[in-house]
């Protein structure tokens, strides 16, 4: 049993690991993370619902996941080959799409969060 969870504590290290490098390496996820510290900081002094709290921070979370995922496809395919390969780059432009429609649902989430918070949320 013990051996199970020092398993489960060594994955937990390694994934806080991976976020600090995507953290270190990539400026989106710096970008991102001021973005998600600032709306945080502004609609907590709105008097939010539980129910906007959750979708607030669920359409903050889904952008910083894609955001792991895209890098983590960029960095198997520059492990693949740095040289330029057309189906490289469809691979990571698709990934970079997956990002973007993220970070767009999140905005407009968080435009209708914002507009309406003024009549109690939603």
Same mark, same amino acid.
């Given at each position: ?36 510290t600032v709306v945080c900081l502004y ?15 669920? +359409?903050?979370?889904? #952008? @910083? !996941? $894609? ?5 983590? =496809?960029?960095?198997?395919?520059? *492990?693949? &080959? ?12 698709? +990934?970079?799409?997956? #990002? @973007? !429609? $993220? ?5 407009? =989430?968080?435009?209708?969060?914002? *507009?309406? &918070? ?5």
């Amino acid at each position: 049993m013990i051996k199970i969870f020092s398993s489960q504590i060594r994955s937990i290290r390694h994934a806080i690991e991976v976020i600090k490098y995507a953290c270190m390496t990539q400026l989106n996820v710096k970008l991102e993370l001021v973005i998600v510290t600032v709306v945080c900081l502004y609609a907590s002094t709105l008097s939010l619902s539980l129910t906007t709290w959750l979708l607030l921070s669920i +359409a903050l979370s889904v #952008v @910083l !996941i $894609a955001e792991l995922f895209n890098t983590a =496809i960029e960095v198997t395919c520059d *492990l693949i &080959s740095l040289k330029y390969d057309i189906n490289i780059k469809i691979i990571k432009d698709v +990934a970079a799409g997956a #990002v @973007l !429609i $993220a970070a767009f649902s999140a905005f407009c =989430i968080i435009i209708i969060i914002l *507009l309406t &918070s003024k009549n109690g949320g939603i």
